[in-house]
C-alpha cells in the first residue's frame, strides 16, 4: 500500500489500445457523421465485433459499459488494493471520447441501459440479457431531473407488466436492440414504486416517435419512443418487484454511481482532445507552455492552458478516484457526483476557452474543435446535471435530506 | 539641481500608501493632506487634544534591519568530501492507490493530534504576536518534525524518500494553522534539503543540530521583492571570489528570519540559480520584521545580504540549477499540501455553521446558494488534494513530477483561495471579525501561488 495515483501499469496496454481505436477509426468519421445526423455509421459494426472478441479474451479488463457490475464483498483475506473493471472502463472509454463522443455513445452492446443491466440485474437476468444493446429511458416530456416523478406506469396482468407512457431523450433509442425503462407501480407510493423494466425492440406497443436534431453528438441518435399498453415478461423487471419504501429509490439509482464516472470519463476525454490539438496549434504559434516558471511571466495563451490542464486533471483524478473505490467496494456516491460534476463543467470550460484561443481556426469546422465545444455540452447535463450532483454533494457533506435541501 | 521638479516629487502622493505611480493631488487634495499631517503630529497630543488610545502591537512593527544575532551557534565543520547519504526512493507497484502506508498513516495520526490540540487553540494569539509560541513549536520536535525528510543513516527517520509522508504531515498540520506549521516545518525543510543535496561535510556539520533536543531554527530563502517575481530568476547574485563566493541581494518571507541559525539562500550564479548554505553568524546579513497580510505566525522577515563571503564549500548540489529547480518544485508541492490543509479546515468550519445558523425561520444550508458553495468547496478541495497527492508520489518514487506539481499549484493557489474567500462568505459578518478563524484563513490561503521556498518536503 502506498498513494500513487499514476494510470495503473496493467491497464496501460489497454488505454493505449483505446486510443489507437479512437485515432484510427473514430476520427476519420468523426465529422462525417457529424454533418449526417441520424446515418447509421456501419463502420461501428465491425468495431463492435472487435472489441467483442476483445472482451471474451479477457483482454478487456472487464471495461465497456457492463464493466460496471459490483459483485458481493467476497469474505476473507483482502489481497490488497484492486485496479479492476471500473477503472479499465473509465479509462478505455476517455480514450474512446478522446476520439468522439458521439460515435463512442454509438457503440453496439455499450449503452447506459447496459450498465443499468449490469448495476441492478440479478444473476438469471444478467444471463439472460447477456449480448444486449440496451437503451435507457428515463426522463419525460415534464420529467427531467426530478425523475422521481415519472409519470410512464406499470401494471401487473397475469405474467406481463403492461406499460403505458412517453419517454424522450433516449440514447441509441432507435438502434439499441432493448430499451431500459423506468416506470412506476404505483404513482401514489412514490419513488419507492420506480422500476426498471427491460423491453425488447419489436414488443408490440412500443415505438419509436421521432429523432432528435441537436447541439452536438449529433452521430448518437436521440429518440423519443412511446409506450402503448406495451406488454412485457413480469421476469423483465430488473432486482426487486417488491415496493420497499424504506430502501425508496436506492435500488434505482444505484445505476447512477455506476454511470456518473463513466460520464465523467466521457467529458474527460472530449476535454483531452481539445487540449492535445490547442497545445499543438498554440505550439505552432510560438507559445510554450512552461511548467516550472510561474504563469504570469508567461502568455496569458500559456497561463490559461495551465489553469484548464490543472482543471482537467482535477477532474480525471476524481474519475479514477470514484472508479477505484467502485473496484474496491467501497461507496462512491459522494466521490461518483463530485467526479462527474467536476469533468462536467470543466469539459465545457476547456473545450469552449479552447475554441476561443485558437479563434477562427477553432470556431471554423476546418477544425474538429467547434465540434468538441458542441459534443461536451450534454455531459454537463445527462445523467444528473450539474446542479443535480452539487445537490447530491452538499446533501451528502451537510448530511441533509432532500426534504430539507431541494 | 532642479529644485522645483524635486519639490513636485516630494508633494507627490505617487508611489506611497499604494497610490499608482499616476495618481497626482488637486489643489482640495493638497488641503486634505496638509490636514492630514496635521492629525498625525503630536501637536494635538501635547494640547491634550486627543485620547491616549494606541497599544502598539511591537511585534508586528516595522524596526528597521537589524544584524541577525540569534543566539548564533558556531557549525563545526567536519566530515568527508564526499557525496551525502541519500535516502532511496520509494518502491511502487504501478497500482493506482489512495491509501496511505501503515508509517504514513501513524505519522498522520500523530501530527493531526498535535495540529488539532496544541496548534489550532495557540493560532489566533500567534496571528496576533506574529510568531509561534515556544511550547507549540518545542511540542513539534517531539514528534520529529525537524528529521521527518533526514535518512535514517543520519539520525533522521525517513527509511526512504519522504516527500509523500512530509505532504501528507504539512497538510495534517495546516489544519491546525497554516502559519504556525510554517514555522514549525521550515527548519525540517532545510534538514530535509541538507539530506537530499549535502556533501557528507554539510550533512555531518550541520544535520546532528538537527537532531538534537534544541534544533536550530532555519530558513530556506527563495522568494523575493519584486513584482512578477520569477523564482527560477533570482536578482540575488554570488560571484566567485579566491576565497569561495560573495553574495549580495534582499530576500523577502524568509520564515522565522530573526532566529534562523542556518539559511539555504537562492542567488543566481553564472546565470545559473543555485542554493547556497549561509550561517547567521556571517557578516554582512541583516533582517528586518516583515509582517505580512497572512501566515504572520511564520514570523515573516526580510533578510539582506550585503557583500556576504561564504566558503566554496557552501554551494548545496549542482551549480547548473537543477538542484534549485528541484527545490522549487518541492517546495511547491509543500504549499500545495498547505493548501490542502487549510481548505479542509475552512470546509469543516463552515459545515456545521450553515447548518445551524438560521435566516428566514430555517437553517441557511437549506438554500441551494449557500448548500452549492459548501459543495464546490468539496469538489475542489478534493480535485486539489489528487492533484497534490499524485506530484507526492511521483516525486517520493523518484519519478519526473514537473508537470503533476505545476497542475497542483495552479489548481491550489487558485481553488484554495476560492475556498478562502468563499469561507468568509458563508459566514456573512461574522466571517469578517475575528471571533471566527475563517478571516485568518482567507488572509493565508493569500500565500499560496504565491509564496516560493520557505518550505519543502
Redesign the interface.
Known sequence: ??????????LKPLASQAHQVAMNMLRPISRKYDRAEHAYPTELDMLAAMIDGLSESGASEGAGAAGVRRDEKPEGKEE??K?GAN?ASVMSIAEMCWGDVGLLLSMPRQGLGNSAIASVANDEQSERFAGVWAGMAITEPGVGSDSANIKTTAVLDGDEYVINGEKIYVTSGDRADHIVVWATLDRDLGRAAIKSFVVAKGTPGMRVERLEHKLGIRASDTAAIIFENCRVPKENLLGSPEIDTKQGFAGAMATFDNTRPLVASMAVGCAKAALDLTRDLLTQAGVEID???????QSAAAAKF??M???W???R??M??AA?MADNREPNSL?AS?AK??AGRVGSDITLSCVELCGSVGFSEGELLEKWARDSKILDIFEGTQ?I???I???R????SSA??? | MDIGKSLMTRLSPAGRHGLASTEQRDPIGYAVAALNKLAQSDLLDRVGLRKQAEQVVFTSTREGFRTVTAASRQFKKTGGKGAGTRAPAAPRKGVFDLTPTEDEQMLVDVVSEYAEEVVRPAAAEANETCEAPEAVLKAGLEIGLPILGVPEALGGISEERSAMAGTLVAEALSKGDMGIALAALAPGSVATALGLWGTEAQQQTYLPAFTEDSAPAAALALQEPTVLFDVLKPSTTARRTAEGFVLDGTKAGVVRGAEAELFVVGASLDGAPVLFLVESSTAGLTVEAEPSMGVRAAALTTLRLEGVSVPADAVLGATDGSTYTECVRLSRLAWCALAVGTGQAVLDYVTPYVKTREAFGEPIAHRQSVAFMIANIAIELQAMRLLTYKAAGRAAAGQDFTREVALARKLCSEKGMAIGNDGVQLLGGHGFVKEHPVERWYRDLRAVGIMEGAVLV
Not at chain 1, 511548467?291 to 511571466?297: C, K, L, T
Not at chain 1, 457533506?397 to 441533509?400: P, S, T, V, Y
Open positions: 500500500m502506498a498513494i500513487s495515483l499514476d494510470d495503473p501499469k496493467k490488497g488494493t485496479n477503472l511548467y516550472d516558471r510561474p504563469a504570469h511571466v495551465l489553469q490542464e490543472a482543471d486533471e482535477g477532474a483524478l476524481l479514477m478516484q477505484w466521490e463530485m460534476a467536476k446542479q450532483q452539487q445537490l454533494i452538499a446533501r457533506i451537510l448530511g441533509l430539507e435541501l431541494k
